[in-house]
């Protein structure tokens, strides 16, 4: 009632002068809380008078019809939205979830364009001989690669090269994997592994790590993998992702946000996981949360995205959570995550030859009707402008001076 008889007072035209608009704004910081309880009272009546109407509504049809055909009405409704529950569900939690404060920002996955320009760097200063420039052994030597055979050369595995963080850790087919100690989580590392497969194709690459239906029938730890909620604006997801953990251990499960971008300019794929909350998918008691990770893989073509040939560079973080013995950390980084990129590899080259074998449609499909359908011009064209400035940072953050 005060906001009334001042704007019944002040207000004499159509058109308020700026002095009453002042006056106003001073008005309204001057009696906040007069102003919400007259709010609120206004919702309380309006409440009240819907719930009166609506009772009233009700009486009238029962008299009408009687109370057997209102239980029939209900009913029909109940049938008809039972069939739609999980699409009003996914609706609802939409609505719930802020993809403007979630979403993964672009300018961060684009300073990963670099990365495979930084495993060239630490390819050089780690894992190779400066006598004779051939490649030292990591862990164990492997088949077909030509290693340095000069006096005195030891393994380098977990050997600090001044002040690099990243050292080497393990050499797989194909695979090469370093890590470093966070500063902040002592026993904990982040890991960065370089590949090169020289009969995948890029494009196939990102589809298959996109079509979550696919990814049931060759990634034996995920127990169960869904899509909760999408963004196609910014080709953005966000997953559920439950992970199988040895006997004895609670299974992991993650809900994180996915996105990623395709740059015909620069040729390069980014594909980005961050951890998210969801509403649509509560913690259960019987898993494990995992509440820190991330993951950054990028994707480089040795000629074009749908020639055979593509190098890759992936950089992740996972904490358990919980202090697992070391045996269990040694199984996650030299054997569970090797032999993940090994399926994602076989998966990759039969989806290149027969597409998608599980016959639904995928979660996201930017190779479908033409591989840059979600590609924006106007982005990469800025991308283009900006390399200069992208290369000049990596020198002087990584190379030294």
């Not at 994997?177 to 902040?184: D, F, S, T, V």
């Not at 090169?196 to 049931?216: G, N, P, S």
């Not at 966000?238 to 004895?248: C, I, N, S, T």
């Not at 090797?338 to 590899?345: E, Q, S």
Request: glycine content about 4%; hydrophobic content about 35%; proline content about 5%.
């Amino acid at each position: 009632m005060i906001l009334l008889n001042f704007l019944s007072k002040n207000v004499g035209s159509i058109k308020m002068s700026r002095v009453t608009l002042l006056r106003l704004s001073q008005f309204l910081k001057a009696h906040p809380d007069n102003i919400r309880v007259s709010c609120l009272r206004n919702c309380e009546c309006l409440l009240a008078y819907k719930l009166r109407r609506g009772q009233q509504v009700l009486n009238l049809y029962r008299n009408l019809w009687g109370e057997i055909r209102i239980k029939k009405m209900l009913d029909y409704f109940r049938q008809q939205l039972t069939p739609r529950r999980k699409m009003l569900t996914l609706a609802g939690s939409m609505v719930l979830f802020d993809w403007n404060k979630n979403r993964i920002d672009e300018k961060y996955m684009r300073s990963h364009y670099l990365d495979l320009d930084y495993i060239n760097y630490l390819t050089k200063l780690t894992i190779t001989c400066n006598v004779c420039q051939k490649r030292l052994v990591i862990d164990s030597p492997r088949p077909n690669v030509d290693y340095c055979t000069c006096s005195g050369t030891k393994p380098v595995y977990n050997k600090k090269f001044g002040t690099c963080p990243w050292m080497p850790f393990l050499e797989g087919q194909d695979l090469l994997i370093w890590r470093r100690e966070q500063e902040h989580n002592p026993g904990m590392y982040e890991y960065k592994v370089y590949g090169f497969y020289e009969e995948v194709r890029a494009d196939m690459f990102l589809q298959v790590q996109l079509d979550t239906e696919y990814r049931k029938t060759w990634d034996v730890t995920a127990v169960d993998i869904k899509l909760l909620d999408s963004d196609t604006y910014s080709n953005s997801n966000v997953l559920y992702w439950e992970m199988q953990w040895p006997k004895f251990f609670a299974n992991r499960d993650y809900v994180f946000n996915r996105r990623y971008i395709i740059d015909p300019v620069e040729k390069v794929i980014v594909i980005t996981n961050h951890i998210t909350e969801h509403p649509s998918a509560p913690e259960d008691p019987q898993k494990f949360r995992v509440k820190d990770y991330k993951c950054t893989m990028v994707i480089r073509p040795t000629t074009t995205f749908d020639k055979p040939g593509v190098r890759f560079c992936m950089t992740y973080f996972d904490n358990p959570g919980l202090s697992i013995p070391g045996p269990i950390q040694t199984w996650v980084a030299t054997a569970a995550m090797p032999d993940f990129l090994t399926r994602l590899r076989s998966a990759s080259t039969r989806y290149s030859v027969s597409g998608n074998k599980t016959g639904t449609p995928a979660a996201d499909e930017p190779c479908k009707g033409g591989f840059f359908k979600n590609f924006s011009v106007r982005h990469r064209t800025r991308g283009l402008m900006q390399r200069t400035t992208w290369v000049n940072h990596f020198k002087s953050y990584f190379l030294p001076s």
